[in-house]
């Protein structure tokens, strides 16, 4: 008999919820934004994210109900993202997780936010992706993991400082293009020329697999504005915005590419898994598939933030691996 699992996802600025099966089917996908409430702030306020999720959590549990074409009584497991994230914004969903499997009397799974985005590539995939080499580039985090299984996940390397999505977001603040800077700067950069600034590439050269972009982020400052300029001047020039935005994504993608390559080499493994809200970003797609290894990125849709991807709580709910009632919120990752 087939069980379906209903998952939660709030650990940072998107309430989402999914509906899946125990054969990694997935019957609908709920996000909800909450960009709108942000934008002003030029980043994500942790109070209003989670009082958000608190209006949007119902609502979107109904709809990814109804687009599954089940009810609550269907509903054989609650699965949610516990760690890492905004622990008041994670509390949200595991309240609302732990109420739900309770009052069903259900198993409640609690899964990792970030080794759901490497697993992401594995319900894309439709079969076995492992073992291979899982990097995360997110909005919080960049890091890379030798995965044995989808439940043995290895850190082989992390940033120092900024992750990649975070210098997206502040690069697309420093040329003008708002919040989330990330698929704004993919598009200015279309019409730039990567060559055009020579930035920091960290670490590229030498064999460790960590990452460092506040550099990178300092550099494309002081190339927009001078080094000594106020902090609030006008974005440049729409040319020169193009070409900041081409070599800054161009620097990133070099080093996120080379570190998979190092890791690739230095672990012996043959299989790339990529997930995360900057593996939506177009050229470093095309540049990751260039690698001498097979290479899983998920559609966009599983890229970003989702409660899809928590279809690797199966994983565990195989394993009787349930959580306690007394669950917690995690909000750090190391
Ligand atoms: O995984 P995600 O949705 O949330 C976190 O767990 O952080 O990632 C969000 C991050 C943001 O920093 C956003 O700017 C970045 O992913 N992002 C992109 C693109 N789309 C989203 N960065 C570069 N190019 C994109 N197309
Ligand atoms: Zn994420």
Known sequence: MT???????TSCDETAAAVFTDELHILSSVVASQNDLHVRFGGVVPEIASRAHLRNLLPVIDEALANAKLK?????????????????????????????????????????????HIYACRIAAGRDIFPCVGLVVSGGHTALFRCDSPLSMTLLGTTRDDAAGEAFDKVGAVLGLG?????????????????????????????QLEFSFSGLKTAVLYACHGQNAPKMVPPPTDQKRADLAASFQEAVVDVLVGKCR?????????????????SANQRLREKLLTLDAEVFIP??????????????????WKLGDFAPPELDAQPNFL
Do not use: W
């Open 3 to 9: 069980t379906h699992f209903l998952a939660l996802e």
């Open 72 to 116: 609550l009584a269907d509903i054989g497991c609650i699965a949610v993202h516990n760690t890492p994230g905004l622990v008041g914004a994670l509390l949200m969903g595991v309240t609302a997780a732990k109420t739900l499997a309770y009052s069903l009397d259900v198993p409640l799974v609690a899964v990792n936010h970030i080794a759901s």
């Open 179 to 207: 919040f989330p800077g990330g698929p704004a700067l993919e598009r200015e950069a279309r019409t730039g020329d990567p060559k055009a600034f020579t930035f920091p590439r960290s670490f590229l050269d030498s064999p």
């Open 299 to 316: 559609p966009m849709n599983l890229c970003t933030d989702n409660a899809a991807m928590a279809a690797l709580a199966v994983e565990k």
């Open 262 to 278: 190092q890791a690739l080499q230095q672990t012996g493994l043959k299989r790339l898994a990529v997930g995360g809200g900057v």
